[in-house]
């Protein structure tokens, strides 16, 4: 099992930014991508970006495309999530997932990490 653990969620204000950071500890030679999704309150759990372990190839979720940018470190089994021109709306618990091999659904979540951002 890939267990994940996130870091890096604050308060910042409207048009600031903010790095999140998620490290992975067991299976990790198991991880095929990782991704970041995002969960607001009263709403549903929206995908924010993803990148494949190796190789390096990124996808993002359109309300994040631009401002956004997921990066890993393989060495340090680390993916990060770089967040600029911060809205309110991008208010939420960010939670880290991982994919293993052979598996088209995310197989562990992290605990999340609360993001806020004030106008």
């Known amino acids: 099992q890939v267990r994940l653990a996130e870091s890096g969620g604050r308060l910042v204000q ?3 930014s903010l790095r999140l950071s998620c490290a992975a500890s067991g299976r990790t ?3 095929d991508s990782m991704a970041w999704f995002r969960q607001a309150p009263g709403k549903g759990r929206e995908f924010i970006a993803r990148i494949i372990w190796s190789g390096d190839k990124a996808y993002y979720g359109d ?3 631009g401002r956004f940018t997921i990066s ?3 060495a340090k089994t680390m993916v990060y999530l770089q967040m600029s021109s911060l809205k309110p709306e991008d208010t939420a618990v960010y939670s880290c997932a991982a ?3 052979g598996s088209t659904t995310v ?3 992290g605990q999340g990490t609360q993001v806020t951002v004030s106008s």
């Open 14 to 16: 409207a048009g600031g």
């Open 107 to 109: 197989t562990s979540w």
């Open 99 to 101: 994919y293993e091999y």
């Open 29 to 31: 030679l198991s991880i």
């Open 63 to 65: 309300p994040v495309k």
């Open 72 to 74: 890993r470190d393989t």
